[in-house]
Structure formats: C-alpha cells, structure tokens
C-alpha cells in the first residue's frame, strides 16, 4: 500500500504546517484530504500542496490525470472542470431515507446542469473533455 499513497507536507522552519494526502490508483492520482495547522497562514499553500505538488508527482510517475476531488467551484480557476461524483449511503430509517432520496433526485438534474454549464464555459476543447470526462459528454 505505501506505492499507492502520497503525503505532501509543507514545513516552516522545521516544523510541518500542513499536509495533503493522495492515493494513487490505475492511472490516477486522487488528491483526497488536506490540513493546515489553525494559526498557520500562507497565501496559496492549498494550491501549492494540493494541485501543484500533486500534478508535478503525477508527471514523475507518468500518471495520466490528477483527480482532484468534489466539490469546490475554486478548483476550475486551476484548471479541474467538474465531473460527475457517486457514492452509496444507507439510512436505517426509512423516512430519512425516502426524504433524502427525493432531495437528492432534485439535485442530481441541477447538478447535471451546472456541470453542462461549466463545461460549456470551460477552457477546453471538446476532444480533451470526450478523453477525459467522457461520462460528462455522454450526458449533453
């Protein structure tokens, strides 16, 4: 397991500050949790840690992309679009499980569309996203 994780940490004078922890799979990189200490400021460490460090890696070991996580509309200006996200959840009581199913019906369809939005708007070319979102070009 230790060739499938990656922790990137950020020190200041010698003392760690901050970290971000990557899995690697396949051909992947999954960026996946980050931390900063609560007094510790550094304009851009995030990006630093999570995006730059992370893309350089994934070029080193020949990875093919960088998957950098849900959410978070801040992570296009670094040049991830969106992509569709699952998971699986169980509700041992019914009615909070019904309940949150018709939310989450609701959602999917507004999220299906922001998504076209943004990837509509988006920097790239049509042939980059069918190589590398092809699930989302399925869904226009």
């Not at 630093?48 to 960088?66: G, H, P, W």
């Not at 507004?110 to 708007?121: M, T």
Request: contains cysteine.
């Amino acid at each position: 397991m230790g060739d499938n994780v990656m922790l990137i940490v950020a020190e200041n004078d010698d003392k760690l500050v901050a970290g971000a922890l990557n899995l690697i799979g396949g051909n992947t990189l999954f960026g996946r949790l980050w931390g900063c200490l609560p007094n510790a400021y550094f304009p851009n460490l995030h990006f630093e840690a999570c995006y730059y460090q992370a893309i350089e890696a994934a070029i080193e070991l020949n990875l093919s992309k960088v998957e950098a996580g849900a959410q978070g509309e801040h992570k296009i200006q670094r040049g991830y679009l969106p992509v569709t996200t699952y998971s699986c959840h169980y509700f041992s009581d019914p009615g909070f499980g019904k309940a949150i199913g018709n939310f989450l019906a609701n959602e999917t369809a507004q999220v299906k569309h922001v998504i076209k939005v943004l990837h509509d708007s988006g920097p790239y070319k049509d042939d980059i996203l069918k190589e590398f979102a092809p699930e989302q070009e399925d869904n226009k």
